[in-house]
């Protein structure tokens, strides 16, 4: 069992705060969807993660939970930032209903992402 100081280091805050920065996050591809979190710590594929999402204009932060399926390591070939790519759980269906709305008739775009 993990003590306090492992919980801890595992919890995230996300602030996204306009349309463009959602879309570069956005993980539509992964399994009930994903999110992309700037972090310079070190996680591995697999890790459990807790996350604080401020939403662009939402009152309510949104708490979640989420497994480390991507990783963008410090000095990417790709330039891309550094951080880590989450899968949702099925929990979260109505926030992904929610970051789906916001990004209306942008996800079929080409434009690049933090992970594609």
Known sequence: ?????GLRSTLLNLSIKDVNELYACYMPFVRNSGLFIETRHAYKLGDEVFVVLELLDEPNKFPLSGKVIWVTPDGAVSNRKQG???QLTEENALLVKKIELHLAGLLNTDRTTHTL
């Not at 069992?1 to 100081?5: A, T, V």
């Open 1 to 5: 069992m993990k003590g306090l100081g």
């Open 84 to 86: 880590i790519g989450i």
